[in-house]
């Protein structure tokens, strides 16, 4: 079979994006900016930058193409070179997106962070990333990065994006960067070259950083277009945290590469804002976050009735499993289903997707595209087989070679290595796959709980959980027990307006029983205020299992949820 690269519609992309690039070469900002540029769509609205505090800044792709050529020779003033990294630790400010694609002009490496990270997570990552630039603010560098500086000699300049002159050991941006010529000669950027280092936490361990190659533009512009629909004239809208992968593979490249309008919204979430928002930007394509839906769905859909939001022609959500009601609930809000996509940091782009015109069925995450080879596979006898009879739960596999898979995890080969096998590339998420062709996700492998002789999928009983009107927020362990192994337990947030008493405790454990049966549905519930969750989304079981086991907060560092 052919390699996922040489399927038409990517082979499409790669002449598309590379055709202002030197013979050859392809760089995702030159792709994503300077193209524009060159073919005469200079002017159009790239980014349109929403300040907290009302400012609207817009910057149109000529604008971005100096501001970012601008930055790549700071870069170069400072002998910042290519394969050199450059760390990102900021909010969604300007700054940032000038940042991305001039680190990425000059061939050096950019790895995002999020602001919310504490001094230690961002240490490891430094650390591990041998950081020899990094961006942020004042207040972050005096915060985070001046108490462990001195324990990162590898990290030579910090530039501070708000500080007016140079000081206590970091440079002024626009100090450095203003004064530099807005055109940039770069050498040939090989497709192979590597481009983003992105922090996964996983499940156990240390941070890994999945690497990622400039080919990986042509996944980001094919699924751009294909799973979110996106075309020249749509103002698009992407929520995601630019220190999580989501935040710049779509938040920052697909977007550009489709010469679509971005919004950029510096805010955190409110919900009147985000609706005021869709209908005074225009937004047609919004793509975000099961748990922002969830804190829409919270809001009430009665927020979104009398705004105009007829524009909106496309809603998605990626960053962990989407339940069902929050699939029909965008009917409500919306007056069209949310879309549920499937992808991790290491695919560097959307796999499974539930696709414009496709038939949604709530609770799916879709169907491979279609250069996507995926599969159920499980260990039998002869080692790893792949199961081909529908509704059989096994691990999701994938035929590896698409052009953003993940090169390598950095200076850990073997870490890398044991995420292949038999020709798979094995993502670790638990799944099964019906009769038609729809992929359903069960849970994390080290996430399944064992009880009784049985294997149970968190994901199913939260999703249950959390279709009763009393549960806004729901995560479910397997807490140890003597005689069954492990017994389900569910930690429930409770909707306003319902008390956690022991009676509501009592109708959510019947109503699980009668939906999913006695064996499967959770024997314990614990009424919390809220659930731990990544940046991105993802339920921290671990973190709930160490504490439902006593442990120590010192205890649980290696339970931190990344960018995933």
Not at 53 to 65: F, K, M, Q, S, W
Not at 191 to 209: R, V
Not at 333 to 345: E, L
Not at 503 to 523: N, Q, S, T, W
Request: hydrophobic share 40%; with cysteine; net charge neutral.
């Amino acid at each position: 079979m052919p390699s996922p690269s040489e399927h038409p519609l990517l082979a499409a992309a790669r002449t598309e994006l590379a055709g202002g690039a030197a013979a050859g070469g392809l760089n995702i900002a030159e792709a994503a900016v300077d193209r524009h540029v060159n073919e005469g769509r200079g002017d159009r609205v790239a980014l349109r930058w929403l300040g907290k505090r009302g400012d609207v800044v817009d910057l149109r792709y000529r604008d971005l193409a100096a501001l970012a050529n601008q930055f790549g020779n700071a870069l170069r003033s400072l002998g910042v070179g290519a394969g050199d990294r450059v760390f990102a630790l900021t909010g969604r400010v300007p700054e940032l997106y000038q940042t991305v694609l001039g680190t990425l002009k000059n061939r050096s490496v950019l790895c995002p962070l999020f602001a919310a990270f504490g001094p230690e997570p961002i240490r490891t990552r430094l650390e591990k990333g041998q950081g020899r630039v990094l961006v942020t603010t004042d207040a972050l560098y005096r915060k985070k990065i001046l108490p462990i500086r001195a324990a990162l000699p590898a990290l030579e300049h910090v530039i501070s994006i708000d500080l007016p002159e140079d000081r206590d050991g970091a440079l002024s941006f626009h100090r450095l960067v203003d004064r530099q010529a807005t055109s940039f000669v770069g050498g040939q950027t090989k497709p192979d070259d590597p481009a983003l280092l992105h922090f996964t936490s996983g499940t156990t361990g240390s941070p890994k950083g999945a690497v990622h190659v400039h080919e990986a533009v042509v996944v980001h512009h094919a699924t751009a277009r294909y799973a979110l629909g996106l075309e020249p004239a749509d103002v698009f809208w992407c929520t995601a945290d630019p220190g999580w992968v989501t935040g710049t593979s779509y938040g920052i490249v697909a977007p550009l590469t489709c010469g679509v309008t971005s919004i950029v919204d510096e805010a955190e979430f409110e919900a009147e804002r985000w609706y005021e928002n869709l209908e005074k930007q225009r937004v047609s394509v919004f793509y975000t976050a099961p748990t922002a839906i969830r804190m829409l769905m919270r809001a009430g859909a009665d927020l979104a009735r009398g705004r105009d939001l007829s524009r909106l022609r496309f809603v998605a959500s990626v960053g962990e499993p989407l339940n069902p009601d929050a699939v029909t609930w965008g009917e409500q809000a919306f007056g069209m289903p949310i879309r549920d996509n499937w992808w991790q940091t290491e695919t560097g782009g959307i796999m499974i997707a539930n696709v414009p015109g496709m038939t949604v069925r709530p609770g799916s995450m879709g169907k491979p595209l279609p250069w996507v080879e995926a599969g159920i596979v499980r260990r039998g006898a002869h080692g790893l087989e792949e199961i081909r009879e529908p509704d059989v739960e096994g691990e999701l596999a994938l035929r590896p070679g698409w052009p953003s898979m993940f090169r390598a995890y950095l200076n850990e080969p073997a870490r890398y290595e044991k995420c292949f096998e038999a020709g798979w590339y094995l993502t670790g998420d638990l799944a099964k796959r019906d009769a038609d062709g729809y992929y359903w996700f069960v849970g994390r492998a080290d996430d399944v709980i064992k009880t009784a002789g049985h294997l149970i999928g968190p994901f199913e009983v939260e999703s249950t959980l959390l279709s009763h009107p009393a549960v806004v927020e729901a995560a479910v362990i397997g807490k140890p027990d003597p005689l069954a192994l492990n017994i389900v337990k569910a930690f429930v947030v409770p909707r306003p307006g319902y008390a956690a008493t022991d009676a509501l405790r009592d109708e959510l454990i019947g109503f699980a029983r009668k939906k999913l049966g006695p064996a499967v549905a959770p024997r314990e519930i614990a009424f919390v205020e809220s659930v731990p969750k990544t940046r991105s989304g993802k339920v921290m079981r671990r973190l709930l299992r160490a504490r439902e086991l006593g442990l120590e907060e010192g205890d649980t560092s290696t339970l931190e949820g990344g960018p995933e």
